[in-house]
Structure formats: C-alpha cells, structure tokens
C-alpha cells in the first residue's frame, strides 16, 4: 500500500513578477525590519530593498560570499539580533538561502548550531519556530525555497551536514524567473545540473512516492529541453521558466522522496574540495548512473529502479525506446558541452578515495540508493570520477 509525507512551503509563488507580492507577505505577518541574505548585492537585491522600502519596511543586507559554515550562519545570528530584524529573507543561490534558513532558526533557539546539526553535531531537534522566513531563488539548481534543511559546512571536521527540521520550510516562497536573466554561463551549468541531478536521483529513490514521481519526470523534461541551450544561447523567457520549474521539482522531490549515491557522495566532497556543490554532483552523475545499473543488473534484476533509468534514457536523450546506455551516455555528453571538470581539478586525488568512501557510505543520501554499493563499486565511481 502507498504510503507516504509531504510537506512544502506554506505558500509558493511562481511566475514572472512574483517579487513584487513579497512586501504584502511580510506586512501580513507583522514584519518592520528583515535581513536579506544575499550572494551578490545587485539589481534584485535593490529592487525587493525598494519594494520593502515603499511598504514601510526597514532592511538590512549580509552578504553571503561563500557556502554556509558554521561561523557564518553565527555571524547572520548576530546581525539578527544587532538589527533588531523579526524575519529574514534569503535571496539567491542555495548557500543565499541555507544562511537565512538556518540563522533565522538560531535567532530564536539557545544554544549553538552544533547543538543541532546531524552527524558531526549533537542532532537535537529546535525547540522554538525560527522567525518568519521568505526563500526567494535567483539560480535554478538548489531546490532550497522548499528543502526543510540547511546544508551546512563545519571546517573542523572537512565535511557538509544538514541543520534539519520541520520548522525549517519557509512561510513563502517566490520563484521569479525574471531574476534568471543574466545568470553567467558557469552559474546556468552549476546550478542546472545540480536540479537534473536531485531529479534523476529522486525518480530511483528508494524512498520515492507516486507525487515525487510525477514531479521528477515533469522537471527532467524541462531540464532536458532547456538546459544546454540556456548555457549555449542564452536566458530566454522561456528557457528561464523551465530551469526553474526543473529546480522547483527538483527541491520537491529531493525534500520529500530522498537522492542517493550522487549526494551521499557531494556531502563530504563538499567538505574536501572548493568547489561549486553543482560541479561536485555533475562529475559522479555518470559514473553513479553507471554503478547503479550494473549492481542492480547482477543483485536486483527486477528491481524497479530498472524501468525508471529506461524512462530516463527516454527523457534526456529524446528517443523513444533508448537504452540505459543511451541515458548515461546523453548525461555524460551533457556534462561536457557544459564544460564539467573531474573532480582531480577540484584537488580530490587516487589517495583522498577510501576516507571519501567511508564518508560517503555514512552519509544520510545514501539511503535513498536504490542499490546498496559496495566499498569497491563507491571507490570505482570515485576514481571514474576523477
């Protein structure tokens, strides 16, 4: 029998101006004065800035120049309370969004974040609402404006681990693919192969329900129709709804049906390695692809994880009746006409494998694998990701 949860954001807009609805949110929850989190200050940044300004609420910018750690995420804690703010707004990228999440949580729980990070942490769960938080994405890949978590870096230990709650889930969240246009090509690969990867990985999840499903194949349909020509030719209206529609389903389908091997993987290599969390995933891609349908060829050959890579192959390839082969080699090209380096060109080598490995292998993604891999097939997908 079916049986599954999900859970989202309390009110999701989507839809060219959508920005402009944002004061009216926070007016309807009492809000006077909000930090914006932001990667770069720029045109989107002033633009909400104004439209805030003309409702009558006050706001102050942190800058978000980098992923989120465990210093960081402190420092959005400590201008919260410096400020004086009652709700905090993330605008940007996953790392943009992750640091308002998670410090919109601490400014109103005791304690430190390691008190509640999984892991490497103590795990404990918040015990007070954060304050009100607004997810507004300007890249199309992370999926955070509907994640209830916060990934989070903790340098001490050289690995990313989650802040992780119900409470977590925004009161709003607003998906304007105006604020796509003019995305540098780099950010159109990271954060579009990123979505395509939580959309694969969720569609053989072993957790995956019937709404996760349908959500994956819509997004990898757009994703496959779009992504290479919004990094060849350009943002167009078009290509920009359906980046983010493929990030919107993938964020869905990632909070409420799991990933797998890909992201058990990005969790400590995120640690390891400076390098864009979308790179880290479009580089084991492939390679996971590969490993999966192997070991489910020889231990599960009736596993229904099969069927699905042969819907993949279908989708990304656009062929009726296309291999499994035809599916990885499709994604692999795909890689290479976005110019995805190996992960040896992020600094990770033939010694660092078997500590990724042990990593990996703990890491929460994993579970939702739909095929349980070995130490030696994780070491060869590392080394083939190279």
């Known amino acids: ?22 004061p009216a949110a926070l007016r309807a929850q009492g809000v006077r004065r909000t930090l914006v989190a932001t ?13 805030l300004a003309a409702a009558a609420i006050e706001s102050v910018v942190l800058v978000v120049d980098h992923e989120p750690t465990v210093d960081s995420v402190s420092a959005g804690r400590a201008q919260i309370g410096r400020e004086s703010c009652d709700a905090v707004v993330g605008l940007g990228g996953g790392s943009a969004m992750d640091t308002a999440k998670a410090a919109a949580a601490l400014a109103t729980n005791q304690g430190d974040l390691l008190d509640y990070l999984e892991v490497v942490g103590r795990g404990r769960p918040l015990q007070a609402r954060p304050l009100p938080f607004v997810a507004i994405p300007t890249t199309a890949g992370s999926g955070a404006e509907v994640t209830r978590n916060a990934v989070i870096g903790v340098p001490a230990a050289k690995v990313k681990v989650s802040l992780r709650s119900p409470c977590l889930l925004p009161i709003l969240a607003v998906l304007d693919p105006d604020l796509l246009d003019g995305l540098p090509r780099p950010v159109v690969a990271c954060s579009g192969l990123d979505a395509l990867s939580h959309l694969l990985e969720a569609l053989v999840s072993s957790r995956a329900n019937p709404l996760t499903d349908a959500l994956a194949v819509e997004g990898l349909r757009r994703s496959a129709r779009a992504l290479r020509r919004a990094y060849t030719s350009g943002m167009q209206a078009d290509t920009r709804e359906d980046l983010m529609l493929a990030s919107l389903c993938g964020g869905l389908c990632l909070a409420n049906g799991g990933l797998g091997a890909v992201h058990g993987f990005a969790a400590p290599l995120g640690g390891m390695l400076h390098a864009p969390h979308g790179a880290i995933c479009a580089a084991l891609l492939a390679p996971v692809m590969e490993a999966n349908l192997l070991a489910l060829a020889e231990r599960e050959p009736e596993h229904p994880a099969r069927a699905r890579y042969l819907e993949i192959a279908e989708i990304v390839t656009g062929r009726h009746g296309a291999g499994t082969e035809d599916g990885v080699a499709s994604v692999r090209d795909l890689c290479q006409a976005l110019e995805v380096r190996g992960l040896g060109h992020h600094g990770l080598s033939a010694g660092d494998i078997p500590a990724l490995v042990a990593k990996a292998k703990a890491a929460s993604s994993m579970r939702g694998n739909p095929v349980q891999l070995s130490d030696q097939e994780l070491g060869d997908v590392a080394t083939r990701a190279l």
């Open 39 to 51: 990667n770069l200050p720029g045109p989107g940044v002033d633009r909400l800035r104004s439209l």
């Open 1 to 22: 029998m079916v049986s599954f949860e999900f859970a989202t954001a309390a009110r999701l807009l989507f839809g060219s101006g959508k920005l402009a609805e944002v």
